[in-house]
C-alpha cells in the first residue's frame, strides 16, 4: 500500500484495509518512538494552527522530532498574515515551500479539504471545524487496539458531548469499519447529528441513551469526552447533566475488569482523579500512541515507508 | 569576496558587485534547498521579532533548517523582558549568547543598524520601521534574474503603496544599482517619499504616473503591494484606488507575454486568482527563492560560504 | 554523584556537595557551548512555561541545542488546554509522553513540586510563585565562582527587591552554603521575607541595611534586581527608592577594583548603562553562564553525564 503524498483530511477517506495498515505500521514505530530514528532527517513538518491546540501540536512536532525532522510554523492565527486578510489557499501554496508536510488546524469545516487541493505537499488536517479530527480518531482505534487486542466483536460505548465534539463525529466513522456495537450516551442536547447517524447506522449497530449507569455492565470500551458548560444556556441544566456523566469508582463497581476507558483530553471533571490509577483507565497511553501513530502518518505520507 | 560576520542592516551597505555576488551564492543554494544539507549543523538562529511577520520568520527558520543548523526566539513582542521595560541594546547583548546569528523584526527605523552596533554576531535586518527590508529586496532581486535571466534593460513597474511599503523602499534601492527603468505607480496619497526617490533618480530614470493601465504594455515586471484601507481617511477614495491598481486578466490582456508579476505577499485584492495560473504570476515561486537566498546569507554570515 | 532522573524543584533540595559537582560538570560544559555536541542526540526538552520568560525559556532551548537535542513546548498558558480547565497534574501526566524532560514555569508556589510528583521524567522549575528559581540562582553561583575563583570568603551584597524577586530567595538559600558574609539592602517595603532571613541565619552572617552607599566600599559581589513601580502604591515613594539604589560609576568610585556586578536580567534603569563597560559589570557573561550551567544540568537529569 502507498501512501506517499496522499492527504490526511478525513476519516472517511480510508478503507478499513488502509486504516489496518495505518495501525500496523503505528506498532511499529514504537521502538522508534522509544529510542529515536533518523528516517525523516532533513523533512520538514509545517503546523498551521489557526486555532489554538498545544496537544496536537506537541503531539505531531515530537512525532517529527523523534523520527530526525524538525517542526516550524505558529500555534494561532493572531500573528499571522491571515489577519492580513490572506486566504487558505495563498497561506498554503506560501507555506508548501517551507516545507515538506503540512499539518492544519482550521476553524472551518473543509478547510483541510480546500487547503489539500491547493497544495503540493501534503496536507494532514488536525481538526477542522465541528466535524473531523481524523488523526485523533486513528489514535483512537489504535488505542483500543492495543489495549484489547481486537477492534471486531468489542461494545464501544461515547459518553458526553457528541454533538460538538470533532473527535467522536471521525471516531465514531472509523469504528462503523469494524464489526462493533455501538452506544451513544449523551444528554439530549448533545445527541449526536443525525447525519452522522445515518452514516453509521447503514453499517453497525448503534443505540442511544442518556444513562450511562444502565449501560456500563456490557460495555468493553468508554470513551468519555468533555461536556463544556458553554453548551447549555441554562446552568441548572448543565449541573445536572455534569453530575449524571461523571465517571468515578462508584461508576466503575458495576463495570467489566477489562473495561478500557479513553478520553481524547484535556479531561476536567468528567473523569474522577480517582479513576487515574485504575487498569481501566487508558487516557495517559493514549497520549503516547497519538505520537506513534502520527511518526506512522508522516513516514508514510512521505514515503519513508510503505 | 568575505560576507563572514557582516551584519545587513541595510540594502544601502552593499554594492552592486556584493549584490550580484550574494545572488549568485543563492543559485548554489538551490540544490541543498532541494534535499537538504549539514552546512550549518550545530549552528542557531535567534529570530527576535518585536513585530509579527510569520511569512519572514518561516523563511528565515527553513532556510536555516535546510542547512541544518536550528531556530529559536520568539514571534511578537507581547511575552518577553521588553515589556518589563528592557531597551533593545539589552536584548541583543543578551540573545547573542543563545545563538550564532540573530535576525530582527523592529517598528522602529534604525533598530537593525542600533542592534548591530551592539552583537557580537551578525544581525539580519528582517524588517524595520517602514524604510528598510533588504533580504526581501534581494529576494526580489534574485527572482527577477532567474525569471527574466538578467536585470539590466529591463523596464520595471513598481505598483500600489509606495509611501509605507517597507519592500519597495529596500527594492528600489537595489534596483537603482542596476540599468533599468523604473515606473512608480501609485494614488497620490501613496507616492513614494521625496528622499528615496532623490536618491534613486541619480542613478536611473525614474518616472512616476498614476495609471496602471497605460503603463502595462511596455512593462517586464511589475511588483504589485497591498494597499491598505487605513491609509485612507476617506473610504471611498479607497475603493476608488483598489479598483484602479487591481490586476486581473483585462490587465494582463495588453501586457508583454514575457511580463513577470512580484508580489511580497500577503496578497489581498490587488491581484485577482485568475491571474495565479497564469505564466506570468511569479510570487508563489518567489517565496521559494526567499528560502534560497536567505540559505545564502546565513552561510555567507556565518563564513560557512565564502 | 548520580543526577538521572532527578528534578530540579527547588535549591534546597541540594547539598553543598551537589551544588559543588553541579558546578563542576557546567565548566566541563563550556567547550561544548562553544562549539556543539551530539550528546543529547534524539532527546526532547518540553518547555511548558504558564507565564512568560524568553530568557529562561531560550536559555534552556538553546542549552538543549547545543547537546544535540530539540525543544518542543509553549510560551505562555493562552492556548493552552489549561484554558479549557486541565489542570497541572494532567498537563504534566500527557506531556511528559512528548519529551524526555520538562522545564515548567508557574505562577504558583510548589507549581515545580506538584508536577515533579506526578511525572515519570525529570522536571526542572524555571521559576515558581515568588519563591524559587533555582537554576537561576546556580548560574549566579557559578558566575560568582568563575569571576572571582572562589565563593567562599566573598562579601556579597544583594540589593533591591528582595521580597518578591524569585532569583534571590533562590540565592539567598544556596549563598547561605558557602562561608560567606551576606548584605541585604532594600527599601523598607521590599526586605526579605523574614521566614527566608530565618532559614540563612542559622548558617551565615547576615546584615540588612538602606544604604547602599555605605556597604559598597567593603563589598565583593553587588547582586542588583529591579524594582518595579507597581510594588509601591506611592508614585513618589517609589521615585525616592529607584534613586537610591541606582548603580552608576559615582557609586564604584568606591568600590574595590575586584568587585563583582551581577544582575538577573532585564535592567531597567537600577544600573547605568555607563558601568556596562567596566571590568566590574558581570551581568551579561552571566547570560553566556545561564546556557552551561543548563547544559549541565540537561546532561546530569539525562544520565548522559555521571
Known amino acids: 500500500m502507498n501512501f506517499q503524498g496522499r492527504d490526511i483530511a478525513s476519516i472517511e477517506d480510508f478503507t478499513r484495509e488502509e486504516i489496518n495498515y495505518l495501525l500496523n505500521t503505528a506498532k511499529a514505530m514504537e521502538p522508534l518512538a522509544a529510542k529515536g530514528s533518523d528516517m ?48 487558505l489557499a495563498d497561506t498554503v501554496r506560501t507555506v508548501e515551500n517551507y516545507a515538506d508536510i503540512i499539518t492544519l488546524r482550521h476553524p472551518l469545516e473543509g478547510a483541510a479539504k480546500l487547503a489539500a487541493e491547493f497544495s503540493k505537499i501534503p496536507i494532514i488536517n488536525a481538526g477542522s471545524g465541528a466535524e473531523e479530527h481524523p488523526t485523533q480518531a486513528l489514535v483512537d482505534l489504535y488505542t483500543i487496539k492495543k489495549e484489547r487486542r481486537t477492534i471486531d466483536g468489542l461494545k464501544v460505548a461515547l459518553v458526553g458531548d457528541l454533538r460538538y465534539g470533532r473527535t467522536v463525529h471521525s471516531l465514531a466513522y472509523a469504528l462503523s469499519l469494524y464489526n462493533i456495537e455501538l452506544t451513544l450516551v449523551s444528554p439530549d442536547a448533545l445527541k449526536m447529528r443525525r447525519e452522522v447517524l445515518r452514516a453509521i447506522q447503514n453499517r453497525i449497530q448503534v443505540s442511544e441513551t442518556q444513562n450511562l449507569e444502565k449501560i456500563i455492565p456490557q460495555t468493553d470500551v468508554l470513551y468519555v469526552t468533555r461536556i463544556q458548560k458553554e453548551r447549555f444556556p441554562d446552568q441548572a441544566e448543565f449541573a445536572k447533566v455534569k453530575g449524571a456523566y461523571r465517571v468515578d469508582l462508584k461508576t466503575l463497581a458495576n463495570a467489566k475488569k477489562d473495561l478500557k476507558i479513553l478520553h481524547p483530553l484535556p479531561r476536567v471533571d468528567e473523569i474522577a482523579p480517582e479513576v487515574d490509577s485504575t487498569p481501566q483507565a487508558c487516557y495517559f497511553r493514549q497520549v503516547w500512541n497519538g505520537i506513534v501513530v502520527r511518526m506512522a502518518l508522516l513516514a508514510l505520507l512521505l514515503g519513508q515507508v510503505k
Chains 1, 2, 3 share one sequence.
Request: no cysteine.
Open 40 to 87: 525523516l532527517k532533513g523533512k520538514i513538518l509545517a503546523n498551521i494552527f489557526f486555532e489554538p491546540s498545544t496537544r496536537t501540536r506537541l503531539s505531531f512536532e515530537a512525532a517529527m522530532l523523534k523520527l530526525g525532522g524538525s517542526a516550524i510554523g505558529f500555534a494561532d492565527a493572531e500573528n499571522t498574515s491571515v489577519k492580513k486578510g490572506e486566504n
